[in-house]
Structures are given as structure tokens and as C-alpha cells.
């Protein structure tokens, strides 16, 4: 069985561009999670889905930040425009269920570096 | 709200050492916690996990004892190999859906 897959697995950007990151959970989870770790910083939480859609996007850091799930399938999260604060690890992560029995299974991250 | 707080690092340790990473954590009653390893240029994987009060959770020699009393899931390896060298990161939900809080992690590096 597929894990969770991330694409692009490195970006680098120019500061004012636009990327788009995409995550393919695992087949059949329901819940799709985004997160991020900048800096070296602890691992933030940025939002939630539920098939397609959004339950949960507090941790967003503002509107230049974008998240979609079309269909309830594959997710995607458009950063327009970059930052240099952007820089960082943005991690996807799936899972069936939220109850306690279930496993969050997380992707291997996209770096992303923004100039 | 949760939250956990993560012994700082970076760790180095010689090949066979003894391990322990401190996490301790605030929580609303008694959520499960987790440990989550990044091993070079892979992606978080799920270590181990307890899901009550007093359990242990345990893999690949790596321990860790949800203790309510000291509000602690200390990571612990009685002896560690160059393959272990990775982020390790604690964690616990912080919302109805399971979102965790992680630590800020610990980079450990075992020297041959």
C-alpha cells in the first residue's frame, strides 16, 4: 500500500512567487492534516480537512496561504507570494479515523526554500 | 490548551550510550502521546505511542512510560547505534480531530 506522498519533494523559489505543493494521502483516509516546520522551529499544525472539506484551518499564518482538496482526494497548498519566512519542511499527514485507535501516517515533507 | 515541552539538544552520543530524552506535557485530561522520528531526508514515521495512564510504548529499543504523576513520556534507549541518528520529536492532539502539537525536537547524533 502507498504511504503519503508529497510533491515537489524540494522547491526553490524566488521571494513573490508562487508555489503549489501537492499531497496524496493514503487511500481511503478521510483526514488529511498540513503542517509545517520552519526554521528549525517545532512542527506547526495548519489545517484539516475532512474529504473535502475544511474543518479545522486555525493554523493557517495568513492569506497568502491556500489549501484545497478537490474531490476529497489529493490535497494542495499554494503559498502566493512567498516569503523568505516561508522556508521550510511542509509536512502532509492522513488518517482514517480521529479516534485514538488510528494511526496519523505523515509524508516525507516538501522543502521549500524561498531567495 | 495541550502542549508539550521537549528537552533541548543537539544529543551526541558514542554507539552503545544510554539515551533519554525528556518530554513533559499540559494536557486536559489524559490524551495519547507520541513519539515521532525523522531519520535524514525521510519523513516524520511514528515511532511509538501510549495511549493511557502508565503505559509504555516501545519499538525498535526505544521505550517511553506515560507517567501522569510527573506529566512525563521520557524517551529512552539502553543502548544506541549510529542508525539512530534523526530528529526525535513528542507529541499529543490538541483538537477534537487529533491535530498534534509536537516539541521542538532533538537532534541526536551517535558517533561510531
Known amino acids: 500500500e502507498a504511504g503519503v506522498t508529497q510533491f515537489p519533494s524540494h522547491s526553490v523559489i524566488e521571494k513573490g512567487q508562487t508555489v503549489t505543493l501537492r499531497c496524496d494521502p493514503i487511500?481511503?483516509?478521510?483526514?488529511l492534516y498540513w503542517y509545517r516546520r520552519v526554521m528549525g522551529k517545532e512542527i506547526k499544525f495548519l489545517l484539516h480537512?475532512?474529504?473535502?472539506?475544511?474543518?479545522?484551518e486555525s493554523g493557517m499564518p495568513n492569506n497568502r496561504f491556500l489549501a484545497e482538496r478537490t474531490g476529497g482526494t489529493y490535497s494542495t497548498l499554494k503559498v502566493q507570494p512567498a516569503e523568505l519566512e516561508d522556508s521550510g519542511v511542509y509536512f502532509c499527514?492522513?488518517?482514517?479515523?480521529?479516534?485514538?485507535?488510528?494511526?496519523?501516517?505523515f509524508g516525507e515533507g516538501s522543502w521549500l526554500t524561498v531567495v | 490548551g495541550n502542549s508539550v515541552t521537549q528537552m533541548e539538544g543537539p544529543v551526541t552520543l558514542s554507539e552503545e550510550a544510554f539515551l533519554t530524552i525528556n518530554c513533559t506535557y499540559t494536557?486536559?485530561?489524559?490524551?495519547?502521546l507520541f513519539w515521532y522520528v525523522q531519520y535524514p531526508g525521510e519523513g516524520l514515521q511514528l515511532l511509538l505511542k501510549?495511549?493511557?495512564?502508565?503505559d509504555k510504548g516501545s519499538n525498535k529499543g526505544f521505550e517511553a512510560t506515560y507517567r501522569k504523576e510527573t506529566t512525563s513520556f521520557h524517551l529512552e534507549k539502553g543502548s544506541v547505534q549510529v542508525s539512530d541518528s534523526a530528529v526525535y520529536f513528542c507529541?499529543?492532539?490538541?483538537?477534537?480531530?487529533?491535530?498534534?502539537?509536537f516539541g521542538s525536537g532533538t537532534q541526536l547524533t551517535v558517533l561510531p
Open positions: 499527514a492522513s488518517s482514517q479515523g480521529i479516534s485514538s485507535g488510528n494511526t496519523i501516517y
Open positions: 487511500s481511503g483516509h478521510d483526514n
Open positions: 480537512f475532512v474529504k473535502e472539506s475544511k474543518q479545522d
Open positions: 494536557a486536559t485530561g489524559y490524551p495519547s
Open positions: 501510549a495511549t493511557k495512564a502508565d
Open positions: 507529541a499529543l492532539p490538541i483538537g477534537s480531530a487529533r491535530q498534534l502539537t
